[in-house]
């Protein structure tokens, strides 16, 4: 049996963090476990408030977990303070988990920080040279790289910034803006780039399902291209059901 594990915050509407992870799992058919990080106080207008799961708390999970159950591929999501940044980062190399798919989650589209600014240091020098790939929005590109991105060159330069930090792919989501959305990966031999129409709306999640998808296809034993193609393609057709849920303007992907 496959299995993945995603370490990551819990949100209490369900559509993004370690709830809407499970939910990817399982359509995809692989069997999922779940690690919270942090809880957070949010529905569908945004989130209002986090609170970090105890670093002793979160390695004895995760060291338990890993000590009975070998996932085939590990992603992590929200992480928020420095401390949970290095438990994670010690036990994940305790357990020499190697199939590490990173959402490197900064803040959230309302506004507040999910990265807290004095972890940022220790997530570059201790968990992006642990993954297999990360994937950044353009604004989490920025935050890494600590540039600001307005053409595709400076896509090309925060990507390579991103990959000297140790990861073996970086996949910059360009979906937010006009015309087509357009993920472009970055490692290996050569760069690619992944386009599906845009859908109108506002999402919840969108980063969540996609990065967990990757993790499925990962665990799966395709290769970091074929996995974002097949992920990509999963999340546009996610996104033609996605409804609204709340008193929010955000739609939810419906499972």
């Known amino acids: 049996m496959l299995k993945v594990l995603s370490i990551a915050g819990s949100d209490p509407s369900s559509g993004a963090g370690i709830q809407v992870d499970l939910k990817t799992f399982h359509t995809l058919r692989i069997f999922g476990m779940a690690i919270p990080t942090a809880l957070t106080i949010q529905n569908s207008k945004g989130v209002s408030g986090t609170h970090a799961i105890r670093p002793n708390i979160l390695s004895q999970q995760i060291d338990s977990l890993l000590s009975d159950i070998r996932p085939d591929a590990v992603k992590i999501g929200m992480v928020l303070t420095r401390q949970n940044v290095e438990a994670v980062a010690s036990v994940l190399g305790k357990h020499s988990i190697k199939n590490l798919v990173i959402d490197p989650v900064v803040r959230s589209s309302s506004g507040k920080s999910l990265l807290q600014p004095t972890a940022l240091a220790s997530f570059k020098k201790t968990l992006l040279p642990r993954a297999l790939i990360v994937t950044p929005n353009i604004s989490e590109a920025e935050v890494l790289a600590k540039m600001l991105i307005r053409r595709d060159v400076d896509m090309d330069f925060a990507a390579g910034r991103i990959l000297d930090m140790g990861p073996a792919y970086v996949l910059i989501k360009g979906g937010h803006g006009n015309g087509p959305a357009i993920d472009t990966l970055y490692g290996g031999k050569t760069v690619l780039s992944f386009s599906t129409l845009r859908r109108k709306g506002e999402f919840h999640g969108t980063g969540c399902v996609l990065s967990a998808a990757i993790t ?14 097949k992920a990509k393609q999963f999340v546009d057709k996610m996104l033609r059901s996605a409804q609204p849920v709340g008193k929010g303007k955000t739609k939810y992907f419906q499972f």
């Open 216 to 229: 499925v296809f990962i665990a799966r034993g395709l290769s970091v291209e074929k996995a974002v193609e």
